[in-house]
Nanobody, 125 residues
Framework: QVQLVESGGGLVQAGGSLRLSCSAS????????MAWFRQAPGKEREFVSS????????YYADSVKGQCTISINSGTNTVSLQMISLKPEDTAVYYC??????????????????WGLGTQVTVSS
């Protein structure tokens, strides 16, 4: 009932920046929180950041604090992730996620029931 489409990924040099966006459509009024996760080849999916739709409370993984900023526009149903000072270890497929459930740990993948197909971010050294 909720569809998510990511955009903004690409190739950047170390030290560069990117802004990822995720547009939600469908029964968007039911969304409680949205998030970004990433997964590098051979590694587990990793939490990056999340935001509560109403109120705007944010969460960040320790590894990206100071490097990433998440924001949401409830009117356009769009969540963005601004990334700066990118490093090769940031290379991964970045996934947008949304949940219609409250009362969960919004840093955990299992809290989310809708996922986009991902957008590739590659950081060269």
């Amino acid at each position: 009932q909720v569809q998510l489409v990511e955009s903004g990924g690409g190739l950047v040099q170390a030290g560069g920046s990117l802004r990822l966006s995720c547009s939600a459509s469908g029964v968007t009024f039911s969304i409680v929180a949205m998030a970004w996760f990433r997964q590098a080849p051979g590694k587990e999916r990793e939490f990056v950041s999340s935001i509560i739709r109403h109120g705007g409370r944010t969460y960040y993984a320790d590894s990206v604090k100071g490097q990433c900023t998440i924001s949401i526009n409830s009117g356009t149903n769009t969540v963005s992730l601004q990334m700066i000072s990118l490093k090769p270890e940031d290379t991964a497929v970045y996934y947008c996620a949304a949940t219609v459930y409250g009362g969960y740990d919004f840093e955990k993948a299992e809290a989310y029931n809708y996922w986009g197909l991902g957008t590739q971010v590659t950081v060269s050294s």
